[in-house]
């Protein structure tokens, strides 16, 4: 199976072993296009006057049922797709065709998928049918504007297991003069007229993303969308659609999607005069143009499109089964998330070889197997106001070069990893000292910094080779097992002085794909290197940067508490298999609130395992918690990353209690974590219903932490008792937790 993705060069999809089927279908005569797998359906048809219009999107339908009204049989005639009238006289029928991919023109007042501006001043864009192709599980469209050679193809992949359609558009000119093309979207989706649809989408800002919010669907469209030259904290380019009344975390339709794309974005959701729902979403419109030069074409980033009839859980859950499959570097045979420890909280920018080596042999006591040197051993790196963009070893705090640490470490059963922020520069560093142009900037304008530092103008090709053989060269001379990419601010004075300016805004596009060449180029040059993205925490997550990563800081906020609702959020969207949850110290930077060791040990145990407090200050007690707590992790790592992740209660509104479960995907393991923010006296808290186990199948039970069974928990039933009848933690404090290992009884 081909997956077509113009942007994400270099991402290895893996197809799925289990024995699926997709099929495309386009038969002769009606011109109607039809994608069926995963138990989903796909379908658009071209109409009369040779618009291409949505049909259906949802449940899988039979091979036969209709997809136009009509009845062939009585009347003899070819069922032909019609296409409306004038509604009015404010509502001409171009505005009233409901379109698949509409230009900007004929009247048009919904959302366009691409507006552009002809050589002569003509800004009316009519698009309509000219061919299609089908190819395998691939279904491609060519339209066409109706007077001028500007032509956009439209592609589809079905997945044949989960039924996640990939779409993207690539527009053409073929005329002779350029044409400025001002706004271009990966896809345009539809639903049928309804009142009760409700726009699920995650919102946030530093150290708080992953919010969950809730708004109904209306003709007011809500905007999701970054202005900010990276995908940002403030919204991420993910949406779920339900139906009030209809839709739960476990029942009822959910139509998602999620777009490939690591700059600027945007993804408008609103109802049109009709009430018929519009999703589109693609390239930020904002400070954005590319003149396309005769012959040229711009492709769009992918953005893929779910439905589940099984609620919200339920379109995660296949949600997180595609990603890791056809998304992450490897798909399916991806190394699971090592333990992990990071050496920032121990010593900020105090790095040195002997307190690093004194740190990886406390963390190789607690079971640690990734120990990270973060922020400061680098250029003239001791504090965040220079050595930025100087990245060779700082030769005071590191005399005969990092290679005694990395082979002490070694030594130790540990792999090494290091911190980068490639894409920035101080002012105060040997290279911007050698080349002031290569930040982004506007020629006699301020260049503000943020975190005392500028972004280099990756869009050039000069700074992307320069950064590919820096890091290159870093990585083939020491033996680094991985990198925590960081990326600590968002764009300001986003220019482009040295292009031409009708090319200038181009920086919004080239830059990240040039980020995506890095990644990808240095990926196949280092074939062992796992990266992780990072952006002050959850500021640049999506598929674009998921597809070129092997795991993703979701946010700089540490505190276990917040943990569990950013993390409950995160999982909306992507998997627990890229989500890294650190156990850091207390009182906790962010709200300074106290927690136990236990409690963080059982909040980042949800996601892929990392330390990140100072073992310097840790007793003796500490370290023994922490080695129960992380040989425990081990057995049940492989369920937590690669489960299937059931929410029985979010963390979020009055609920006093959280509880997720994670069932392996052979149902013979699943683990089941409780925490209680805060209990009153004489709580009668009610039973936790497991989910996702065999009904049929008897499970063992015990506490992960090797505690005994609370009262009244038996030590075996079957996943039918599990589920219907449960069983009670009866918690009792403030931010305590437990966790149930459920074993199948052979």
């Known amino acids: 199976m081909r997956w ?12 799925l072993a289990a024995p699926v089927s997709a099929k495309v279908t386009a038969p002769a005569g009606a ?3 039809r994608l069926d797998g995963g138990g989903v359906t796909y379908a658009m048809g071209v109409d009369e006057k040779g618009y291409l219009q949505p049909l259906y999107w949802g449940s899988a339908l039979a091979a036969g049922d209709p997809l136009i009204s009509g009845d062939p049989v009585k009347t003899g005639d070819p069922i032909v797709l019609k296409a409306p009238g004038e509604l009015s006289g404010f509502d001409p029928a171009g505005s009233v065709t409901l379109q698949e991919y509409p230009g900007q023109g004929e009247g048009l007042v919904s959302e366009p998928g691409v507006k552009a501006l002809f050589a002569d001043g003509n800004r009316d864009l009519v698009l309509k049918y000219r061919s299609h192709k089908v190819s395998g599980e691939t279904l491609t469209v060519e339209l066409a504007d109706i007077r001028r050679p500007l032509f956009v193809t439209l592609t589809y992949t079905i997945d044949p297991a989960t039924g996640i359609v990939a779409r993207s558009a690539r527009v053409r000119n073929g005329d002779a003069r350029p044409v400025r093309v001002d706004q271009l979207a990966a896809a345009v989706l539809s639903l049928p007229v309804g009142d009760d649809y409700r726009l699920h989408y995650l919102t946030g800002r530093h150290a708080a993303e992953w919010t969950q919010k809730t708004a109904p669907i209306e003709a007011a469209a809500t905007v999701l969308e970054s202005r900010r030259g990276s995908t940002g904290h403030g919204n991420n380019p993910w949406f779920a659609i339900g139906r009030e009344g209809l839709t739960s975390e476990e029942h009822g339709p959910v139509w998602y999607g999620a777009l490939a794309w690591s700059g600027s974005f945007r993804i408008s959701v609103g109802s049109d005069n009709l009430g018929r ?3 589109a979403g693609g390239y930020n419109p904002y ?11 711009l492709d769009t980033p992918v953005f893929y499109a779910g439905y589940s009839g099984d609620g919200l859980g339920g379109a995660s859950r296949t949600f997180h089964q595609f990603e890791v499959a056809h998304i992450l570097p490897h798909g399916t045979k991806a190394r699971l998330r090592p333990v992990l420890y ?10 040195t070889e002997a307190g690093q080596m004194a740190l990886a042999e406390k963390a190789a006591k607690i079971g640690v197997e990734r120990f990270v040197v973060d ?7 001791n504090n965040d106001k220079a050595g930025l963009g100087d990245w060779t070893v700082n030769p005071t705090k590191f005399p005969n070069g990092l290679k005694p640490l990395i082979d002490r470490v070694k030594g130790l059963g540990m792999d090494f990893g290091l911190w980068v922020e490639p894409e920035m520069v101080n002012v105060d560093s040997d290279l911007y000292r050698a080349h002031p142009d290569w930040v982004l900037n506007f020629p006699d304008r301020p260049r503000t910094e943020g975190r005392n530092q500028l972004v280099l103008n990756l869009a050039r090709t000069d700074v992307r080779d320069h950064l590919l053989g820096v890091l290159d060269k870093l990585v083939s001379e020491n033996d680094i097992a991985f990198l925590k990419w960081d990326y600590n601010r968002n764009w300001t004075e986003a220019g482009w002085p040295e292009q031409p300016v009708a090319d200038q805004q181009r920086v919004y596009v080239e830059y990240v794909r040039n980020l995506y060449y890095i ?17 002050g925490g959850g500021g640049r997550v999506d598929l674009g940067i998921i597809g070129l990563t092997d795991e993703v800081w979701p946010s700089d906020n540490t505190d276990p508490a917040d943990r569990l609702t950013i993390q409950d959020g995160f999982t ?14 207390s009182p906790n930077w962010a709200n300074t609130r106290v927690t136990s060791l236990d409690y963080r040990f059982l909040s980042s145990m949800q996601g892929g395992l990392g330390i990140g407090a100072n073992l310097d200050k840790w007793a003796d007690a500490d370290f023994a918690t922490a080695r129960k707590w992380v040989a425990a992790y081990k057995t049940i790592g492989e369920t937590v990353q690669r489960g299937s992740l059931y929410r029985l209660e979010s963390p979020t509104g009055d609920n006093a209690t959280s509880a997720t479960m994670y069932v392996g995907q052979d149902k013979r393991q699943a683990v089941l974590f409780q925490m209680l923010h805060s209990s009153m006296w004489r709580d009668n808290p009610a039973a936790i219903h497991a989910q996702g186990l065999d009904p049929a199948r008897v499970y063992s039970v015990r506490m992960l932490d090797g505690s005994a069974r609370p009262a009244g928990v038996p030590a075996q039933a079957s996943g039918a008792y599990w589920m219907n009848r449960g069983l009670r933690a009866p918690l009792k404090g403030d931010y305590v937790g437990t966790a149930f290992v459920f074993e199948a009884v052979n």
Not at 520 to 533: C, F, T
Request: with cysteine; charged share 25%.
């Open 31 to 33: 011109k109607v296009f």
């Open 342 to 351: 990071n050496s920032w909280e121990a010593t900020a920018f105090d790095v």
């Open 287 to 297: 400070d954005f143009s590319w003149t396309l030069k005769p012959g040229e074409a």
């Open 519 to 535: 990644l990808s180029e240095l990926r196949r040059r280092h074939p062992k290197l796992e990266i992780e993205a990072c952006s």
């Open 277 to 279: 729902v519009r999703i």
């Open 572 to 585: 909306r969207a992507y998997p627990v298999a890229v989500m890294m949850a650190w156990v850091t110290d």
């Open 4 to 15: 077509r993705n113009a942007i994400l060069a270099g991402v290895g999809l893996v197809a």
């Open 375 to 381: 922020d400061g051993w680098f250029g003239a790196r």
